[in-house]
């Protein structure tokens, strides 16, 4: 089974913005007082204005234009930016972390079978969100993340219209 999600983590008020500016589904809570919210193409774009610039290295889809939304809405609380893309146990993950305004954190661990760690991209910027492992749990599990392995288990359906 896969897991491909690309989502916006973080307080409420931070996630807030970019449901907002990009017409996201309502996010989803979390523990930590954390919400989660899924960013298809078309929700990207809107945050982008079409205009997304060079992508991070390492990133699938974070752009200069998207680093600079993300860390507009990070004056209103912290916020993680995650991406996977795993099939069969081989796959990616990168994730960067914004707080008043400014990136604090970013890394993209490329394509390749291994398992996930805790020093992986996503747990790490996780941390920079005050979230904490919990016994054999890492930071993605603590969180209830792997319920979410597509956008459209967080409510989004890229094949609907506009």
């Known amino acids: 089974m896969g897991h491909h999600m690309v989502g916006v983590v973080g307080s409420p008020a931070a996630v807030a913005t970019i449901v ?3 017409d996201c589904p309502e996010p989803t809570a979390l523990p930590f007082g954390l919400e989660i919210a899924p960013l298809g193409d078309r929700q990207i774009d809107r945050l982008t204005k079409l205009q997304p610039g060079a992508h991070r290295d390492g990133f699938r889809s974070l752009s200069a234009a998207l680093e600079q939304a993300l860390a507009a809405a990070s004056g209103h609380g912290r916020l993680a930016y995650i991406e996977t893309e795993y099939f069969g146990g081989t796959g990616s993950q990168a994730a960067a972390a914004f707080a008043d305004g400014d990136m604090i954190f970013s890394a993209a661990k490329p394509d390749r ?10 747990n790490a910027a996780l941390r920079r969100l005050d979230v904490e492992a919990a016994g054999h749990a890492d930071e993605f599990e603590v969180l209830g993340l792997r319920r979410f392995r597509s956008l459209e288990d967080l409510g989004l359906d890229e094949d609907e219209d506009d």
Do not use: L, S, V
Not at 115 to 120: A, E, H, T, Y
């Open 113 to 122: 079978q291994d398992p996930i760690g805790p020093d992986d991209p996503i």
């Open 20 to 22: 907002q500016a990009a």
